[in-house]
């Protein structure tokens, strides 16, 4: 029998990841998750730990609808309030979207700044500000907000076993990002899925998840692999067009409660 067996939530971009027992999931994925991010002051482009290994050391702690609370190494604790609509707006750009949200403030902004070592601004995404997810995988209406492309991840454990057996050492799930995590499964068995239901909630599986070399940095220390694994080993029987692909992009069918042990149904 399949399970949920793990749930994590990233309230910002790039940031450390939670694990979590249970979670609300709605238009933009789990409660909380990847709704601020770091963006360079003067383009409003997006950071991540593509560019900044040091964003895996930042941990941003979600306080519900009143805010988040940072912290990281050598730095003074800084609550920072969820901005309201009376805040200042700034075009920010993920990918290739461009849009505007509201800013966190200058206590934020120069917090972020000390710590990643440039000058920077956090930023929130309040739901009515979302992006559409691409029409070519998603349906009008769907929505994503801080993440690359789609609001949930999925990954199962048997996947990730398979790829550390052939690797030769354990890597820890952090290193590939998920918010969902599935037991019970054959390796790469959600290559397959089109529909699933967790609990009362159904999902669509969108498409697979592209991996660059994000997947390379220890998300414990931020240091990146000599050897560039898992990449490397991924190249060599997960690459198609040139793109390497671990782990499935969902879309929820409406809201509800995931808790963990929840059983997971194939439904197409």
Sequence with gaps: MMRLSALYRYPMKSAAGQLLDSSRVGLLGLQGDRRWMAVDAETGRFLTQRLLAQMTQMNVHWRGEDGVLLTAPNMPELFVAVPTGEDALRGVTVWRDSFRVPDAG?????????????????????????????????????????ADGFPLLLIGQSSLDDLSARVGRELPMLRFRPNLVITGAEPYAEDSWKRIRIGEIEFRVAKGCSRCIMTTLDPATGERSADREPLTTLKTYREREGEVYFGQNLIADGAGELQVGMTVEVLE
Excluded: M
């Design 106 to 146: 200058d206590e934020a902004a120069a917090w972020v700044s000390r710590f990643l070592g440039r000058d920077c601004r956090l930023v929130y995404v309040p739901e009515a500000r979302a992006r559409q997810v691409d029409s070519g995988f998603g349906e009008a209406g769907d929505k994503v907000g801080f």
